[in-house]
């Protein structure tokens, strides 16, 4: 148990389909992340919320929608997906974003697959 | 640029034995985090180690220690006797500071199979 829980553990859907990841830390950390890592490239950082506010979206298709009702929670809301888009996907969270100390706690991630 | 190089893709490690994994960064940032993450099949990141840019002594965690060499603007990972649990991903990365963003960047991890 790493502190971050991420569900589902593994989702197959398909490209008309609308899902959702889900995760979760009580860490009391107030940042959260998601990232993408597909095979043979590096983590891909996607949205960043510090305090329940979106402070970062890396250039992100609008297929995939973020949601952070609390800093507690995080969502990735799909909808319309390619199979391209078919990947690991990570959360994680931090103490913060404004500190170079801290590293960030990952969860186990949701692996994607777009048919 | 690539802020974080490993270039080393894949080794194999005999059970028991040392091994280094590579990592180089670039930044112009003077305050900086070093981390070393392992990633096992199950796809869980998992912290291993830190290191600051201003720690003037090599961090170490257990059978884990990250030889810094700032001036070269390297962080190699050595992992002493080798376990068959050693056996995953290893990623290297970099927290610069706020004027770059505070973002986790990772390299693109090498590969180590322990051989029994």
């Known amino acids: 148990e790493t502190g971050v829980t991420q569900t589902p553990r593994h989702l197959v859907m398909g490209m008309t389909n609308k899902k959702s990841l889900k995760c979760e830390q009580h860490?009391?950390?107030?940042?959260m992340y998601w990232y993408k890592q597909s095979a043979k490239k590096p983590l891909e950082l996607m949205f960043v919320?510090?305090?329940?506010?979106?402070?970062e979206n890396n250039s992100v298709p609008s297929r995939f929608s973020p949601e952070c009702p609390n800093s507690s929670h995080l969502f990735l809301h799909l909808h319309t997906l390619q199979p391209e888009d078919s990947a690991l996907y990570l959360c994680?969270?931090?103490?913060?974003?404004?500190?170079?100390?801290?590293?960030?706690?990952f969860g186990s991630g949701t692996r994607l697959t777009v048919v | 640029a690539q802020k974080i190089t490993q270039t080393q893709p894949g080794m194999f490690v005999q059970e028991k034995e040392a091994v280094t994994l590579d990592c180089t960064y670039d930044t112009s940032d003077q305050s900086y985090g070093l981390f070393w993450y392992k990633q096992p099949s199950s796809g869980e990141m998992i912290f291993l180690i830190y290191q600051g840019s201003y720690d003037e002594q090599n961090a170490t965690e257990g059978r884990y220690s990250l030889n810094f060499q700032k001036a070269r603007k390297s962080a190699n990972l050595v992992i002493s006797a080798s376990q068959l649990g050693d056996s995953a991903m290893y990623f290297c990365?970099?927290?610069?500071?706020?004027?770059?963003?505070?973002?986790?960047?990772f390299g693109g991890g090498t590969r180590v199979l322990v051989k029994p």
């Open positions: 860490l009391g950390h107030n940042a």
């Open positions: 994680a969270s931090s103490q913060g974003t404004t500190d170079s100390i801290y590293g960030y706690t």
């Open positions: 990365a970099m927290r610069e500071g706020w004027a770059a963003g505070n973002k986790l960047t």
């Open positions: 919320y510090n305090f329940k506010e979106q402070t």
